[in-house]
């Protein structure tokens, strides 16, 4: 990460304020910490807004926000104008109360939400349309071992440590419900603390942005994972710039840069 981007120490240092852990050593040393994910929560939006304040910066304009999973708090906190801070306490409250019911895991594959889900056995659910061709299912482990086997299509394990994104996490909804309401109208702090429970529908949130009109999108996310899944899903419509440092927002050229 671009640690000479000025916002960023100060970014990193909250997040560890906030989990107990050095998120800036972890960042740069690696570690088993960043897996747990009321570390990782925090420290995703920290990187985020890191970037979003370089994306600023550089006059890059903004039209639309939206985001995958955690990434929905992001985007919702710097619309509403949140300070910093706030935005990683919430994702560190989130995290910790969708820590508190990890267990289970989450599986990628390579088919469409329909026919995954109509092929499902009991216990597992979808938990993310990543994008047309690209399906998250979620649940116990040995049934998604199992399904792995079963499912005519090819399939990957994700390294997270809970089933995200299921009724498995129901127990966390009002807890991070609360902690929502008290920075956001409760209208959007409801939607918030059902996405925990809820598929991400990324696919349809693309969709959704190439409607209005969106030309150019300008995808904070770490690694190449998210560029991928929004070029499979949008084709040539939109131009992608990846962010997954504050030092690469110079280098983004959309149209209608701000002076």
Request: aromatic share 4%; glycine share 10%; with cysteine.
């Amino acid at each position: 990460m671009g640690l000479a981007f000025p916002a960023a120490p100060r970014l990193l240092e909250r997040a560890s304020a906030e989990t107990g852990v050095d998120v800036r050593r972890a960042l740069e040393r690696g570690g088993r910490a960043l897996r747990r994910t009321e570390v990782l929560q925090p420290t995703l939006v920290a990187v985020a807004w890191a970037c979003a304040e370089a994306l600023r910066e550089a006059g890059v304009p903004r039209h639309a926000s939206a985001g995958h999973s955690l990434g929905a708090l992001t985007a919702a906190a710097w619309s509403a104008g949140l300070p910093a801070d706030e935005a990683i306490a919430l994702a560190a409250e989130r995290g910790r109360r969708m820590a508190e019911h990890a267990g289970g895991g989450m599986l990628a594959l390579r088919a469409g939400a329909a026919e995954v889900a109509a092929a499902l056995p009991e216990g597992l659910t979808v938990a993310a349309e990543n994008a047309p061709d690209e399906t998250v299912v979620s649940g116990p482990k040995d049934a998604l071992r199992a399904f792995a086997t079963s499912a005519p299509w090819p399939s990957r394990p994700l390294d997270v440590s809970g089933a995200w994104h299921s009724p498995a996490m129901a127990p966390a909804v009002a807890p991070i419900r609360a902690a929502l309401r008290r920075a956001f109208d409760p209208g959007v702090a409801d939607a918030l603390a059902e996405d925990v429970v809820r598929p991400v529908r990324f696919v349809s949130t693309l969709e959704g942005l190439a409607r209005d009109g969106i030309t150019d999108l300008v995808l904070v996310a770490p690694g190449r994972v998210a560029r991928g899944l929004a070029r499979r899903t949008l084709g040539a419509r939109v131009r992608l710039h990846l962010v997954s440092d504050p030092a690469a927002a110079r280098a983004v050229d959309v149209g209608g840069r701000d002076p």
